[in-house]
C-alpha cells in the first residue's frame, strides 16, 4: 500500500487491519525509517510550518527520508503562527506547501495543528476566520487538510459548537495510551476521528528519540 492510503482514510473508506505512525520534530535517517517501518510503524507526520512563523527544513529532510524508506504515508503538518508581524493564515499555508514542493518532498494531507498556546487570540470569530483561511487557501493549491486537535483546544480557540471545520478528517489528540477510538465524545460537528494521536513524547523504537504515538484502523 501507499501513502494514498490515508486520502481513502479522508474519504471514509475502512481498512480491516490498524496501521500505526509516529510524528517527532527529531531527524531521522533513511535507515532509521527502515528500521521503523520494519518494527510495525506505517507512517509518518513530519512537521513543516513552525510556530515561529519559519519552514522546518528538517522536518521536510524527515519527509523526504520516510518516502525513501518506503514508509506506507507520509504526511506534513503546520502549528500556524499567530504573533504580530506574522504572514496572513493563507500566506503560511502557501510558504509551507511551497516549501515542501520546491523540496521534492512528497506527502499526502497537510494537517492543521490547531492547539493552546498564548498565540491565540480571546476573539473566537477571528480565530474560526483564520483556520478556515488555512484550509480554503491548502484547498485552493490542491491540497487535502485535516486538523490536529481535541476538544480542550477546540473549546478555548473556536468553541466546541462550530462546527466549520467538521468535513475535514481529525486527527484526535488524547495521550490515554490506546489505540482506538473507544473514548472520543463528537465535539465541532466530528463523531468519529480519522485518527488518534494515543501517545506522546515516549521513547520510539529503533533509538529515533522521543515520539508521538498515532493509530487508524
Request: hydrophobic residues 40%; negative net charge; proline residues 2%.
Amino acid at each position: 500500500m501507499t501513502r494514498v492510503a490515508l486520502l481513502f482514510l479522508v474519504l471514509g473508506v475502512s481498512f480491516s487491519t490498524a496501521y500505526l505512525g509516529i510524528d517527532t520534530i527529531a531527524a531521522i535517517s533513511v535507515s532509521g525509517f527502515q528500521c521503523l517501518k520494519n518494527n510495525g510503524y506505517w507512517f509518518y507526520i513530519g512537521r513543516v510550518g513552525m510556530q515561529t512563523g519559519g519552514i522546518d527544513n528538517g522536518g521536510i529532510q524527515n519527509i523526504k527520508n520516510a518516502d525513501a524508506a518506503g514508509m506506507g504515508a507520509v504526511d506534513a503538518y503546520i502549528y500556524p503562527c499567530k504573533r504580530s508581524g506574522c504572514a496572513s493564515a493563507a500566506q503560511q499555508v502557501t510558504n509551507t506547501v511551497n516549501a515542501l514542493h520546491n523540496a521534492g518532498a512528497q506527502f499526502g494531507t497537510l494537517w492543521l495543528d490547531i492547539e493552546r498556546d498564548d498565540d491565540w487570540p480571546s476573539d473566537l470569530n477571528r480565530n474560526r476566520q483564520f483556520i478556515t483561511d488555512m484550509a480554503n487557501q491548502g484547498r485552493a493549491l490542491g491540497v487535502r487538510i485535516g486538523v490536529y486537535t481535541n476538544s480542550y483546544n477546540w473549546d478555548a480557540i473556536v468553541g466546541n459548537s462550530w462546527t466549520g471545520m467538521a468535513s475535514y478528517d481529525l486527527w484526535w489528540a488524547n495521550w490515554n495510551g490506546q489505540a482506538n477510538f473507544n473514548n472520543f465524545s463528537p465535539f465541532g460537528g466530528w463523531t468519529k476521528p480519522g485518527m488518534h494521536q494515543y501517545a506522546g513524547d515516549v521513547g520510539g523504537a529503533c533509538e529515533v528519540g522521543n515520539v508521538d504515538l498515532s493509530w487508524f484502523a
